[in-house]
């Protein structure tokens, strides 16, 4: 039920809100300005209601203070005598409306009502925009195909078709790098949810103080900086797949409304009392031991089990190394189309030397190295020189190139990466989302990049 504070040092003020709460709206009263912001910091309000002539705060000095600090709450000014000047001065100050005392009996209600139904309509439209958004960037990431022939990946495969028709949960486990979110993909696209939503959620990337928060909602005021309510995970994958990657990262209290979910198909926004259905397929991912970790106390055993109903295994690029030469062509041909260059060639050598390559980053690192070389390399023909490994290394791990004065490739690119990503926050003064935008990258890889340069402080 929608909130509204009525606030004059009159004792008028309990007939306003009397009127008030008659149009089926909860109700409180404050008899100065002080009092109100106190009543405000302790519970949201949807509309303010306040007199102009009072002792101490006058009304326009309430609308000021109110939306300095509670911006989305809405303000109403009454006043004795109107006058033009006085309407005008409030609305400056941010008042969403203006009501002579003289018309109140007829007036209010109407004005009440209105405002009432541009903020359902703006919240309607915030919520429509933030759904908006998410799948914009979701239909702006890569949907590419699982690319192989080896035996190991047609086994993967053949047991996405078999899982895709059910709605059974699934835990995909795989080193950094495999693609368990192409798997994830997969599955969702084979599924009968195929036309819901895919949501991907990098549970390693968030605050743990947020988690909470971004898997199932928050309503406004539900804690410091819940400036309006907001939809979380859970309910924009309604009707289609959330995919928890690295969900041995959500914390043990969390864990255990995750386990509702996959228990009961409900849950709660925070700081609601609405409990809220969910149809969703839940696919998750990890790259660490879970098994262990049960073990060890650090992962619930229960929600383990209700995870793991279809365990799925993803092979690291070492252990399916025929399949280098078409990941080579997919990634060559996808970063010449994308940066408009003429496409590039490996010589049998530079294949070869790949083919040795240890790959602990399995395939997002043969991506970046494949991103890497084609932006390098001067000539069509990309050689073993052109490639950043050390081809005497390569079969047991990663080597850096060295530059003719001493400093490897890597480093200087991880340089420019750090002051490019220092400048941004800069920039953004700070503010992770800007930055993110910024630098033309997912809030969550900003977080990673930041922990990896040592600048989660910043």
């Known amino acids: 039920m929608s909130r509204i504070l009525v606030v004059d040092d009159d004792e008028m003020r309990h007939a306003v809100a009397e009127r008030v709460r008659r149009m089926g709206y909860e109700t409180s009263v404050a008899a100065s300005g002080q009092e109100a912001l106190e009543l405000l910091r302790a519970q949201t309000y949807d509309l303010v209601i306040t007199d102009y002539r009072m002792d101490g705060m006058n009304g326009l000095e309430v609308v000021a203070a109110v939306k300095a600090e509670f911006p989305d709450t809405d303000v109403m000014v009454l006043t004795a005598v109107g006058t033009i000047g006085l ?43 933030e759904e908006n958004r998410y799948l914009r960037e979701e239909i702006g990431d890569r949907y590419g195909e699982i690319v192989g022939r080896s035996v190991r990946i047609r086994e993967v495969l053949a047991m996405v078709e078999k899982i895709a028709a059910t709605d059974s949960s699934v835990l995909i486990y795989g080193e950094s790098g495999t693609g368990k979110e192409l798997v994830a993909r997969a599955i969702h696209s084979q599924s009968g949810r195929r036309n819901g939503p895919f949501v991907r959620v990098n549970c390693g990337a968030l605050p743990r103080e947020l988690v909470e928060s971004e898997l199932f909602g928050h309503e406004k005021g539900a804690f410091t900086g819940a400036m309006r309510q907001r939809r979380g995970k859970f309910e924009l994958a309604e009707r289609g797949t959330i995919f928890l990657d690295e969900i041995g990262d959500v914390p043990l209290d969390v864990q255990v409304k995750l386990l509702r979910v996959l228990q009961e198909k409900e849950y709660d926004r925070v700081g609601s009392e609405k409990t809220l259905a969910a149809d969703v397929r839940v696919v998750a991912a990890t790259n660490q031991p879970l098994r262990e970790m049960v073990k060890e106390g650090a992962f619930r ?34 970063k010449c189309r994308e940066m408009n260059l003429p496409l590039k060639r490996l010589t049998p050598e530079a294949m070869k030397a790949l083919e040795n390559y240890w790959w602990p980053g399995n395939v997002r690192e043969l991506e970046n190295v494949i991103e890497r070389t084609i932006v390098l390399a001067d000539r069509e023909e990309v050689g073993v020189h052109d490639l950043p490994l050390d081809s005497e290394d390569a079969p047991t791990g990663p080597a850096e190139a060295v530059h003719p004065g001493g400093t490897s490739l890597k480093k200087d690119l991880e340089e420019q990466e750090r002051d490019r990503i220092v400048q941004a926050m800069d920039q953004a003064r700070g503010v992770k989302t800007r930055a993110a935008e910024l630098l033309g990258i997912k809030t969550s890889a900003l977080y990673y990049k930041l922990d990896k340069y040592g600048l989660g402080k910043t």
């Open 301 to 334: 055993e229960d929600l383990f089990y209700r995870l793991e109903v279809i365990p799925v295994r993803l092979p690291p690029l070492r252990d399916r190394k025929e399949d280098i030469p078409e990941l080579v062509e997919h990634f060559v041909r996808k």
């Open 87 to 129: 309407a005008v001065e409030a609305m400056r100050k941010g008042a969403i409306d203006f009501v002579e005392k003289s018309n109140l009996a007829e007036v209010l209600p109407i004005k009440v009502g209105k405002v009432m139904e541009h903020r359902a309509a703006r919240q309607d439209r915030e919520r429509l925009e």
